[in-house]
């Protein structure tokens, strides 16, 4: 029966690992037609020789990797390269959001032989089969791109598919499952968890309208009791963070999930829309607080409605206000994003989010605010169904020239392409709005430090609280140099980097 080998390359801490759900959900596909042993290197440290042991220790048919953009690119380089120079008959699978949006990059590298676009559990399953000449003929397998002797092959692509409701995450191929639990301000120990899929939505900027082309796929509130009970009972999860991609959808759909929550009563954060919470009605919103929600991730993005519209956000600057107002009300705390420094009106838009955001503290001081680089995705990284749909102005740099995006992974593994990838920079950005952007955030989360926050002791924060006000009163953030100082021994934490 065909054997894969599937590895997390490494992007966090040790302390900061939580479940590689990606993986869990593909050998809970693999493992019906096969088998499946994973290697996640953001526990086991040394990921090269991990891989490289599991690969003496058993035989596998493939090795898929899961990759993100960002800072898991160099990892996901070096244990490839390993494993080509180790085992150079293997094949070496890429899936994720990296080969997704960038699918020619990612063949381009003489250590990925095939891509993985969008969803991956059947993809990967068909694949793999076939690989071992007990499948689809490899041209038919959808959802994959190969290298063909004549070049890149793209194979029909594959929409997005609903979970199968029985299925059971394999926890037990991670050794002991509890180390993956955290401490974080929603309780002693957090676990991370799934339900839903995809969004609905077409938000230009956004890796998950590239990956699933706006379809969503929610769980039945029976699967989502029973997993959740496995963590609460089995694992002793206290609370739990879910990395949906939207977790708010119809309020309809909403309210059998709910209840589940708020029979379980676990704290909780997820990601949520402005438009989504303000519909929901009172009763709905007596469930919500019965469920503990504890924080909402809202992507405000901008002020401007001109910006909303051109990203097809598809909400209005008067919602983020309303929301804000309203998560007070219910006692919620909103965790809303922002993107500054957009290729047009640069600076202008960037000092209309500020003035924005102290409306929103003005409202609720307990929104936590997150501050992005507006870095667009590429035209031939949105999905299919939205290439070409909308005009958009070419991005220029500072000099006026084209952006010339990367072509292969080690040119996206550059510091300067990670921090895009990232949101921390852009091409277009000069040296005095990245300071001055640097400035604003620096005096608002010395100002207002995050309630995530567990490390920095109490008398610390209300230190850099005092010390920051006046800044934050009379607008003074250029060269908050004391605070600066100050943060070299106090070092509070980031959620934009750090996350829970």
């Not at 999930?257 to 519909?279: Q, T």
């Not at 749909?389 to 220029?396: D, N, T, V, Y």
Request: net charge positive.
């Amino acid at each position: 029966m065909p054997q894969t080998l599937l590895i997390n390359p490494t992007i966090t801490s040790r302390a900061s690992a939580r479940f590689p759900l990606a993986l869990l959900h593909l050998a809970s596909a693999l493992d019906r037609q096969g088998g499946s042993r994973i290697v996640d290197g953001n526990v086991d440290r040394d990921v090269v020789g991990a891989t490289l042991r599991a690969l003496d220790e058993q035989r596998f048919d493939a090795v898929g990797l899961s990759v993100m953009g960002g800072p898991q690119l160099a990892p996901a380089i070096a244990v490839s390269q390993a494993i080509r120079a180790h085992r150079p008959d293997l094949p070496i699978v890429w899936g994720g959001y990296f080969p997704t949006l960038y699918t020619e990059a990612a063949l381009a590298a003489p250590y990925v032989d095939y891509a993985i676009r969008g969803q991956g559990e059947q993809s990967l399953v068909e694949l793999v089969a076939s690989l071992a000449g007990q499948g689809l003929p490899l041209e038919r397998v959808a959802g994959v791109s190969w290298k063909g002797e004549g070049g890149v092959v793209h194979n029909a692509s594959r929409p997005i598919a609903p979970d199968d409701p029985a299925r059971q995450l394999p926890y037990e191929k991670l050794g002991d499952p509890r180390r993956y639990l955290a401490r974080t301000f929603l309780g002693r120990r957090t676990a991370a968890h799934q339900a839903s899929l995809g969004c609905r939505f077409r938000c230009t900027f956004c890796g998950v309208a590239a990956l699933f082309g706006g379809a969503t796929h929610l769980p039945t509130a029976q699967r989502l009791e029973r997993e959740l009970g496995y963590l609460k009972y089995e694992l002793g999860a206290d609370s739990v963070q879910f990395f949906d991609h939207n977790f708010f959808d119809r309020e309809a759909d909403m309210i059998p999930l709910l209840e589940v929550m708020a029979k379980l009563e676990m704290p909780w954060w997820c990601y949520a829309r402005a438009d989504a919470l303000l519909n929901l009605s009172e009763r709905t919103w007596e469930l919500v607080r019965k469920s503990r929600l504890k924080m909402a991730y809202i992507g405000a993005e901008s002020p401007s409605g001109k910006m909303l519209k051109e990203i097809r956000k598809g909400t209005r600057p008067d919602q983020t206000l309303a929301v804000a107002e309203l998560c007070r009300r219910h006692g919620v705390i909103p965790e809303l994003s922002f993107m500054v420094a957009p290729p047009e009106n640069t600076e202008e838009e960037t000092e209309h989010t500020f003035e924005f955001i102290r409306e929103l503290k003005r409202i609720n001081p307990a929104s936590e605010i997150i501050v992005y680089v507006y870095t667009p995705l590429p035209e031939s990284s949105r999905h299919e169904k939205d290439r070409g749909k909308r005009a958009s102005m070419p991005l220029r740099d500072l000099h006026g020239e084209p952006v010339v995006f990367p072509s292969t992974p080690e040119e996206w593994a550059q510091p300067r392409w990670v921090d895009y990838a990232c949101h921390a920079d852009a091409p277009w950005l000069t040296d005095a709005l990245r300071q001055r952007i640097h400035d604003f955030v620096t005096v608002l989360r010395c100002r207002y430090p995050t309630v995530q926050d567990m490390r920095t002791p109490g008398w610390a924060k209300r230190g850099l609280r005092t010390m920051a006000s006046w800044r934050y009163r009379f607008r003074r953030y250029d060269r908050p140099w004391e605070l600066d100082l100050a943060n070299r021994w106090v070092k509070l934490r980031m959620p934009q980097v750090s996350g829970l």
